[in-house]
């Protein structure tokens, strides 16, 4: 079983940054794909981005790439995601996730653990 536990998250102003942090309880950290994702009311839960166990090859959707970096610390067991030039539509709970493959896939449907999720909230 793997506990994940996100934090960072807050209250920001539009172009403005946050770093995202997610612990997890796992011995095996080193060997877990980690994700991040969103959702925001009345939405589905989004990818944001992916990092692999094997290569640490990251992955982000197109409405993130060039602001968001996903990076791990195998170390600490946790995974970050720095946030910059947020925008409103950024606005969502964060959710970090974890699965024992390989692949970084960005469906929701393929990740085995997740955490409780922390706000980001952007003004504008």
């Known amino acids: 079983q793997v506990q994940l536990v996100e934090s960072g998250g807050g209250l920001v102003q539009a172009g403005g940054s946050l770093r995202l942090s997610c612990a997890a309880s796992a011995s095996t950290f080193g060997r877990l794909t980690m994700a991040w994702f969103r959702q925001a009311p009345g939405k589905e839960r989004e990818f944001v981005a992916a990092?692999?166990?094997?290569?640490?090859?990251?992955y982000y959707p197109d409405s993130v790439k060039g602001r968001f970096t996903i990076a791990r610390d195998n170390g600490k067991n946790t995974v970050y995601l720095q946030m910059n030039s947020l925008k409103p539509e950024d606005t969502a709970a964060y959710y970090c996730?974890?699965?024992?493959?390989?692949?970084?896939?960005?469906?929701?449907?393929?990740?085995?653990?997740w955490g409780q999720g922390t706000q980001v909230t952007v003004s504008s």
């Open positions: 990092i692999s166990w094997t290569s640490g090859s990251t």
């Open positions: 996730a974890a699965r024992g493959g390989t692949i970084a896939a960005s469906q929701t449907s393929l990740y085995d653990y």
